[in-house]
């Protein structure tokens, strides 16, 4: 089984999902696109690891985890993990650096500034909301919780990362 496999199962474990929840939820974590999921979640049901549960509008299939496959999602958090993967354009852009004028590299920090501000704003508001919900919804949702919190951290981190390459971008031009 490959690897998106088992996240699509340990997204089930915590509550079953429509293919739209899902990749909503996996957004957190991991990329993947609609052609990839829809097929995985046809074949976790050819394995049995998965059922349809419900169909409520005849369009949207709501997704949950079987035993067997509850017992998977188990074993696999046992295993090792795959260092995390990296695929940052942004970062070959900075590699250039030295080759841009000041104006260009400023915009380049300041373009990355807004996303990952905008990024901050957009992971506090889900975050507030699985804190503010009920202590049932909350425990479902501490994984989620402890995500958000993750990625609200990065995002700080990179905010930092900017100040502080704005001011070395600022001497590198005074020279």
């Known amino acids: 089984m490959n690897t998106i496999s088992y996240v699509v199962l340990a997204?089930?474990?915590?509550?079953p999902l429509t293919g739209y929840e899902l990749k909503h939820f996996l957004n957190l974590f991991w990329e993947a696109h609609h052609s990839q999921i829809y097929p995985t979640l046809k074949e976790l049901r050819r394995q049995e690891l998965i059922e349809i549960i419900d169909i409520p509008d005849g369009k949207?299939?709501?997704?949950?985890?079987?035993?067997?496959?509850k017992e998977l999602v188990k074993e696999w958090v046992?295993?090792?993990?795959?260092a995390p993967s990296q695929k940052d354009e942004f970062l070959a852009k900075v590699f250039t650096i030295s080759a841009?004028?000041?104006?260009?590299?400023?915009?380049?920090?300041?373009?990355?500034?807004?996303y990952f501000q905008e990024q901050l704003s957009e992971?506090?508001?889900v975050l507030?909301?699985?804190?503010?919900?009920s202590e049932e919804e909350r425990r479902k949702n501490f994984g989620r919780e402890l995500i958000l919190e993750r990625k609200i951290r990065l995002c700080k981190e990179e905010l930092a990362?900017?100040?502080?390459?704005?001011?070395?971008?600022?001497d590198y031009f005074k020279e």
């Open 11 to 15: 997204m089930l474990v915590r509550s």
């Open 128 to 133: 507030d909301g699985v804190t503010e919900s």
């Open 123 to 125: 992971y506090s508001k």
């Open 60 to 69: 949207r299939k709501i997704y949950d985890i079987t035993p067997a496959g």
């Open 161 to 170: 990362w900017c100040a502080w390459a704005e001011e070395k971008i600022d």
């Open 100 to 114: 841009l004028d000041r104006d260009t590299s400023k915009f380049l920090i300041m373009e990355r500034k807004q």
């Open 78 to 82: 046992f295993t090792k993990s795959h």
